[in-house]
């Protein structure tokens, strides 16, 4: 196991720059995800950590070492791809034993890591089928296994659940969750889904355009976004963001937006008049008011998901999206009304930087 160090790590593919400066730690045994939306630089990123793309500058550390001019076999990592890159003609022990192969090792060692590999996979009995004989969950179990098996300091995930149906996408993040306690090795997991990033990760690492836009716990980012784009990125529906500036009703500090509509602040808050910014507030925090009370929302669309309701509303001219834990009669083309709580407002300036 290792820390891995990364240190104002530049990548540019001739004069277009596709990493700017970016730089984390991460600690040894954390479970880290780096996530964003396509061509936001994370997949690139996690190649420079494996050494399968050059670093254009900075430096990459593992276990205290830099591994900038490092062939990735000397880096003491393993990687486990999106596609699997499993071998056709080879049974599931051949493929788990594949790099202990190529290193010469002994065959009795090479049985007795793919055995513990196995046994903590629940692969045992399919050691003697082939890739083409497995399902796609189990494909990607072997993928995992083969990597087990080389002891690494450190795991390197790609996208690997993106290739799975839902169902069996929610069993296998268990399973990763589970070995990652099992083993405790230093983990780097990329995808583009914020689900995966919050029920997998001890931190994430939220990137945008090639830069780091925020680093933290999933709930602090989920609760204290710094910036328009973690809060809409992390979490599904992603928070509502109204446009207005500050204003007072009857003395006290409250949001207007640009259609008229007096929204409260959090008690702690306090700015001019009239100073341009976006209201941030989650789906959850609403809540249904007595009729002709609160905030008046005209319904667009109802969803119904079991034990909670999914509402689509236009406020003050803007479009919100609540979400109320049970289940509610309401129709389209109706009006709510509604209170929200007031001490989970987020604000941010109009270039979608968090107000303090």
């Known amino acids: ?93 051949e493929n788990m034993a594949f790099s202990m192969t190529l290193a010469g090792a002994p065959k009795a060692e090479k049985q007795k890591r793919v055995a513990e590999a196995a046994e903590i996979l629940g692969l045992t009995p399919l050691l003697e089928r082939y890739p083409r004989q497995l399902s796609g969950g189990q494909r990607q179990r072997v993928a995992m296994g083969r990597s087990i098996v080389r002891k690494p300091q450190v795991f390197l995930f790609d996208e690997p659940l993106s290739n799975l149906d ?24 990329v995808t583009h889904d914020q689900v995966e990033a919050m029920t997998m990760a001890d ?9 780091v836009e925020q680093v933290g716990r999933p709930l602090d980012l989920y609760d204290d976004p710094q910036s328009m784009f973690v809060a809409e990125f992390i979490g599904s529906p992603s928070m509502n963001l109204l446009k207005g500036s500050f204003d007072n009703a009857d003395g006290r500090p409250v949001f207007k937006t640009s259609d008229g509509i007096m929204l409260p602040l959090p008690g702690s808050v306090s700015r001019p008049s009239g100073i ?39 406020v003050g001219g803007q479009t919100v999206v609540t979400m109320f834990h049970e289940r509610i009669n309401v129709q389209p083309d109706e009006t709510i009304w509604l209170e929200l709580q007031a001490n989970r407002v987020c604000l941010f300036d109009p270039a979608g930087r968090r107000l303090t």
């Open 1 to 93: 196991m290792a820390n891995v160090t990364i240190d104002k790590a530049r990548k540019a593919y001739g004069s277009v720059e596709v990493l700017h400066g970016v730089s984390v730690d991460i600690r040894d045994g954390e479970f880290v995800v780096l996530v964003g939306p396509s061509g936001c630089g994370k997949s690139t990123l996690l190649r420079m950590i494996a050494g399968l793309e050059d670093i254009t500058g900075g430096t990459i550390g593992i276990g205290g070492r830099v591994v900038n001019d490092l062939a990735p076999k000397q880096r003491d990592i393993s990687m486990v791809f999106q596609n699997y890159a499993l071998y056709p003609h080879m049974t599931v022990a």
């Open 166 to 189: 839902a169902k069996l996408r929610v069993a296998m993040r268990a399973e990763i969750k589970r070995l990652h306690r099992r083993l405790a090795t230093t983990t780097i997991y």
């Open 203 to 211: 931190r994430i690492v939220v990137m945008n355009g090639g830069h």
């Open 276 to 314: 341009e910014a976006i209201y941030g507030i989650r789906p959850e925090y609403f809540s249904l008011a007595p009729t002709g009370s609160g905030i008046p929302a005209g319904i667009v669309v109802v969803e119904p998901l079991g034990p909670e309701t999914q509402v689509t509303a236009i």
